[in-house]
């Protein structure tokens, strides 16, 4: 099974949304590169909970930035093949937006559009 392992959250100001979602949620969030891309830190993976309470569990990471093409959320899934699932994703009306790239010093990525419209993120393992 693939795994959401990336969250994006993308506007018009970056650095607006960067700091409303770290207000709100008190997120740490990292926009010390040079495109101001503000990676959220992930939340603590193991169980927490209050006595009598239900375990509370953390999250995944994800980055906030600029894109002057309008707002979008996506998030990302690990996948060991980039262009299988892309090919997959195409047969089934599906359509790529953004052939794999490599991002410089971390991994390679995609994007497509699923048939309602929506960006889904691959990340390779």
């Known amino acids: 099974m693939a795994a959401v392992v ?3 959250i993308i506007g018009k100001d970056g650095k607006r949304l960067q700091d409303f979602y770290s207000s709100l949620f ?3 969030i ?3 590169n040079p495109m101001n891309y503000g990676m959220v830190e992930p939340g603590d993976t193991a169980p ?3 006595p009598g309470q239900p ?9 906030i930035g600029q894109s ?3 707002p979008q959320v996506t998030f990302y899934v690990q996948v060991t093949s980039i262009e ?3 090919r997959k994703a195409e047969s089934m009306g599906g359509q790529t937006i953004m052939p794999p790239m490599e991002v410089p ?8 559009r699923d048939p309602e419209g929506n960006v889904i993120g691959l990340v390779k393992e």
Request: aromatic fraction near 12%; glycine fraction near 26%; charged fraction near 20%.
């Open 6 to 8: 990336h969250f994006e």
């Open 84 to 86: 299988d699932t892309l």
């Open 26 to 28: 008190d997120w740490k």
């Open 105 to 112: 010093g971390g991994p390679t990525i995609a994007q497509f």
């Open 55 to 63: 375990p509370q569990y953390g999250g995944i990471g994800g980055g």
């Open 68 to 70: 002057d093409g309008g």
């Open 30 to 32: 990292d926009a010390n």
């Open 48 to 50: 927490t909970s209050e």
